[in-house]
């Protein structure tokens, strides 16, 4: 069994909605530092904003091509290295999901290559997730999805930027884990509505989360509510 703090750094907090304030940006931050999480998201013209208050007690990232990942590759691989100069360590980029149903293989791995060597060669350091949304995709267009992004030397594979219509599934993590194996890993995001389900994630491979509960999951953890042998 995972430890509190284990359980607390395999969080990535968030604050991408387009209404957010700088004080809501600002409070994200410093919870981020508060609790142990992981890394603090936020949109491109608050990166330097959260870094600024971050430092190097947790990462800053930032998503690519958010939130339909259907933006041209130069301006994707522009985007990502205009944010490393601004502080992003963390850098999610959506993949192109029409070209991917239209069954354009060859663009969407160009893409993801082209991608994950351009912001290697600026920043090593700098990890890079690929999200596939899996709620647009069927069963084989998620294989497809999986054997493409296990090629294109990323980091991660993720399931979900939080603006479909569904997030993550057990389901999902499992072919993910099947198809891409130890080549990298997963994060679960989205619609993870318990402490139970996150934790069921993490057991089927996911070793990274990104949802907006990870305050109240640690609450949750410290009542014992992930335990079978728990009683209210």
Known sequence: MITREQFAAMQD??????????????????????YGFSAVY?????????????????????????PHGANTTKIKIAEALEEIDNGAEDLDLVINI?????????????????????VKDKKPSVLVKIIIETCYLNHD????????????????????????????????????????GDK???????????IEDALSIIEEGASLLGESHAIEWLADWDKQLWSKDYKK
């Not at 029409?98 to 994950?116: A, G």
């Open 141 to 180: 267009e998620k294989i497809k999805a999986c054997e493409i992004v296990a090629r294109s030397g990323a980091d991660y594979i993720k399931t979900s930027t939080g603006c479909g219509p569904a997030g993550c599934k057990v389901s999902d993590i499992r072919i993910m884990k099947r198809i891409v």
């Open 42 to 66: 936020v949109n491109p013209c608050w990166v330097s904003f959260a870094k600024q208050i971050i430092g190097d007690k947790a990462k800053v990232g930032h998503v690519v091509g958010f």
């Open 98 to 118: 029409s070209k991917l149903k239209s069954k354009e293989y060859d663009y969407v791995e160009n893409e993801l290559k082209q991608f994950v060597k351009a």
């Open 13 to 34: 907090h968030s604050i991408l909605e387009p209404y957010a304030t700088e004080n809501e940006i600002r409070k994200r931050c410093e919870e981020t530092i508060q």
């Open 184 to 194: 990298m890993k997963i994060k679960g995001a989205d619609r993870i509505s318990s």
